[in-house]
């Protein structure tokens, strides 16, 4: 049995924190977190290599790679398999589905990675990795963070469209309501003062609901 510390585990980092430094083993050579600085990177974990879910998400996450480096984003995967587990699957996804897998997977063995970012929780596995993804953005601070089970694969748009709304509320500082996708109406943040929640009534360039609510068309976001 894996002897693990449980306050290291469950000391995860959270949204607005700097995401941990690391220094990792990969199909693409030893990369170290700092490599990405003025570029935005999805972090992502999967249970095991040679897995049917997991399988099918890394064919999901190459799909959507092309459009994630138009964000200038890039995807760094990671599980505890060994570097030669991790170029046998991407040899067989490519075999097998014709799928070259372009980005690097950390061979996390020691758990050092995952255990820094809180990819190990023990009441779902103790040896496994689960499905962990942080956003870290081009500053190199932890901007979201979602977890699934260990039996549920993840949705690429959802992280397509959460890159995009990120990236659209430090461009243009707004936020981003239900649902949003490119090309929507934002929301603007409240007025600070009673003077501003009247003006923002009388602005004909706002959807104004009430003072406290107001969204406007956003002219510039990247579909």
Known sequence: MDNFNSETIYSLPRIGDRAPQFEATTTQ?????????????ILFSHPADFTPVCTTEFVAFQSIYPQLRELNTELLGLSVDSLPAHFAWVRNIQEKQNIKIEFPIIADLNKDVATKYGMIHPGESSTETNRAVFVIDNKQM??????????TGRNMDEILRLVKALQTTDEHKVSTPAGWTPGDKVVVPPPTSQQLAEERVADKDLEVVDWYFAKKELVGTKE
């Not at 050579?29 to 990177?41: A, C, F, N, V």
């Not at 932890?142 to 039996?151: E, G, H, K, M």
């Open 142 to 151: 932890i901007r979201a963070i979602i977890y699934y089970p260990l039996t």
């Open 29 to 41: 050579g030893t990369i170290k977190l700092e490599d990405y600085k003025g570029s935005w990177l």
